[in-house]
């Protein structure tokens, strides 16, 4: 069938022999825009196979010629860069400009990950054995770093692209093999990043992208013996993968609510742009997001008004017209945004704009005065509505921040960068940004959540060195 993208293994696009089809929706027409293969367990099966036998050899190739297959398949990346972002649009309705972003903001991550690679890997310790007690110097350790094998990749619907390859050039690089399960939504912008990699002339086998259900295929892969590692980024979904995955390093990164803490002292228009460039762009679909705004009350009604002048000059409509606000990415995930708004109306919470929804397109909206006992305190909306709690001092907000399950980023806004530092220590979260909203990049900085927001750190040179496992030679003096 024709019109089925295929899935890659072995070095080709193949059909499933399921016969059977996962439809991806177009956000903003709600109408099915592509449709990817179903892959079995079977398939699966024979993917990790592949997987296995071609890293043993991947393994033995030379880190610079490692390295120079990353920067060609950048390179290839780079020049797709406009069918891909065309796909990112019709499959997560991400705005046009923003697509082109990831697709290029993710060739330079290989590139990066491809330098960074052949300099740290390239690098191992030597040490002598008559530094620990009772031991002469009879002993030599030589340490040097080896890939930990078959590397599971699973990224979200937000980076479909971008998160997909902060997974895979760490994990090539350092001589990992790869199996890639794309998130449904974005599924086809994956497999066309996947078709740069072959481009490329990566081995056979080395990478593998295979689509299909969750419920036929998700737990199957987080649980395959074939598996050594597993890189996820997504949400709750990661709780349970880590609580049924075996004795293999995971890197977890589950979302968050970071909160934005504005004191008095701040300089309230970098704080309104801020809060609109952190709280609406993708429409608020980032872990990174702002998720709720803890502004001292005496400047609160200054911030507030700043806010929503600038809420007014979004734009909202479809993503080929690269407007500001775009439909959210289900119906589901609407219906859930709109459950957290309608409690908030029940308890309460000042509106600043009218709630306004058009299908799976939601109008960017800042609700004031929430309090405590509004789900919107302390759930992740992942959509256009923001959440603004007045507090009356600093340790009110770090309380209210500290109180969440999440801990991924956060920020704070003042003039006083003494202030700034205690506040950034008080707040438990992996990340505290100063006079900027939080953000995953640059790439390579280490980015890491705490509490449920994750497990390990990534950023390029984190997610080397955790794709990786030490091996030591000892060498024995007679
Ligand atoms: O959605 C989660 C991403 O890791 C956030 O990345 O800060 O670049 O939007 P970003």
Redesign the pocket.
């Known amino acids: 069938d024709g019109d089925v993208f295929k899935y890659y293994a072995d070095g080709e696009w193949k059909k499933s022999s399921s016969g059977k089809s996962v439809a991806i929706i177009n956000p903003t027409t709600r109408k099915t825009q592509y449709k990817v293969q179903a892959c079995s367990q079977e398939e699966v099966n024979k993917v990790m196979d592949l997987a296995k036998s071609a890293q043993k050899l991947w393994a033995k190739t030379p880190l610079w010629k490692r390295a120079e297959l990353l920067h060609k398949a950048a390179a290839i990346l780079k020049e797709h860069k406009a069918p891909i972002a065309e796909c990112l649009v019709k499959e997560i309705a991400k705005p046009a400009k923003d697509a082109v972003t990831e697709v290029v903001r993710s060739g330079d991550l290989i590139s990066y990950c491809a330098e960074e690679g052949v300099r740290i890997l390239g690098e191992g310790k030597f040490l002598v054995s008559d530094s620990f007690p009772g031991n002469e110097r009879t002993k030599y350790c030589l340490t040097s770093k080896i890939p930990l094998g078959v590397i599971l990749a699973i990224p979200?619907f937000?980076?479909p692209v971008n998160?997909a390859v902060s997974k895979i050039a760490p994990a090539l690089i350092a001589g990992n093999s790869i199996v890639l399960k794309p998130p449904t939504q974005g599924a086809v912008s994956a497999l066309h990043m996947v078709h740069c990699f072959h481009l490329a002339g990566f081995p056979k086998g080395l990478i593998s992208c295979v689509t299909g259900k969750g419920s036929e295929i998700g737990d199957f892969l987080t649980m395959h013996p074939g598996v050594n590692c597993i890189s996820f980024?997504g949400g709750d979904t990661g709780i349970a993968i880590s609580k049924k995955a075996g004795m293999i390093p995971l890197q977890m990164?589950l979302g968050g609510k970071d909160a934005c803490i504005v004191l008095e002292d701040a300089d309230l228009d970098l704080v309104a742009a801020n809060i609109i460039k952190g709280g609406f762009s993708y429409s608020g679909q980032?872990?990174?997001a702002v998720k709720v705004v803890l502004v001292m009350e005496s400047v609160a009604d200054a911030l507030v008004e700043k806010v929503n002048a600038k809420v007014a000059k979004l734009s909202v409509g479809p993503p080929e017209n690269d407007s500001d606000i775009t439909p959210v990415v289900s119906e589901s995930s609407a219906n859930f945004i709109e459950g957290l708004v309608l409690d908030a109306k029940e308890k309460g919470a000042t509106f600043c704009q009218e709630y306004k929804r058009e299908g799976n397109l939601i109008w960017p909206l800042l609700l004031d005065n929430v309090r405590p006992d509004m789900r919107i305190a302390w759930e992740e909306p992942f959509g256009p509505v923001l959440p603004v709690i007045r507090i009356n001092s600093v340790e009110e907000g770090i309380h209210h921040c500290n109180a969440s399950n999440f801990g991924l980023q956060g920020c704070v806004f003042t003039k006083d960068v003494n202030k700034a530092m205690l506040i950034s220590d008080a707040m438990e979260t992996g990340t505290v940004q100063i006079n900027s909203a939080?953000?995953?990049?640059p790439d390579h900085f280490p980015?890491q959540g705490i509490k449920d927001s994750g497990i390990g750190s990534q950023g390029i040179t984190n997610s080397i060195n955790m794709m990786t496992k030490v091996k030591t030679t000892v060498i024995n003096l007679p």
């Open positions: 979200p937000n980076y998160l980024t990164e980032r872990c990174t939080p953000a995953r990049g980015f």
